[in-house]
C-alpha cells in the first residue's frame, strides 16, 4: 500500500521559512519523479517543483523560483520542500505527488499540508 505523508505545514509571517517533508512508503522511492502542488482557495492546483529520481532534475513553477528548493533523500524516502521569502500568496493547502517514472500513469498523491502566510 503506497502512502505519501507531508509534514512541516503552519502559520508563518510574510518573509519566513517552512520547510514541508513527505515521506514515501509502499514504493520503490527511485523510480519515481516527486512534485509538490499546491491548491488555494477558490483555484486550480498547480505545479510547484519536482526532481528527478535521481536528483538530477528540478523545475520550479515561476512564482516561486529563487525562493523555494526540492530536494530529495533516498535513505528514508523522503522529498523536501524549502520554502524561504514566504509571502501571502503561498499560502496554499501543499500536496505531494508521486509518478512513475516509465508509466506516468500511475502516481500517487499525499493529503496535503496547510501552509498560511499571514502577519
Known amino acids: 500500500q503506497v502512502q505519501l505523508v507531508e509534514s512541516g505545514g503552519g502559520l508563518v509571517q510574510p518573509g519566513g521559512s517552512l520547510k514541508l517533508s513527505c515521506a514515501a512508503s509502499g514504493l520503490s522511492f527511485s523510480d519515481y519523479v516527486m512534485s509538490w502542488y499546491r491548491q488555494a482557495p477558490g483555484k486550480e492546483r498547480q505545479l510547484v517543483a519536482h526532481?528527478?529520481?535521481?536528483?538530477?532534475?528540478?523545475i520550479y513553477t515561476d512564482s516561486v523560483q529563487g525562493r523555494f528548493t526540492v530536494s530529495r533523500d533516498s535513505a528514508t524516502n523522503t522529498v523536501y520542500l524549502q520554502m524561504n521569502s514566504l509571502k501571502h500568496e503561498d499560502t496554499a493547502l501543499y500536496y505531494c505527488k508521486a509518478v512513475r517514472l516509465l508509466d506516468s500513469r500511475i502516481y500517487y498523491w499525499g493529503q496535503g499540508t496547510q501552509v498560511t502566510v499571514s502577519s
Open positions: 526532481i528527478g529520481p535521481y536528483q538530477d532534475a528540478t
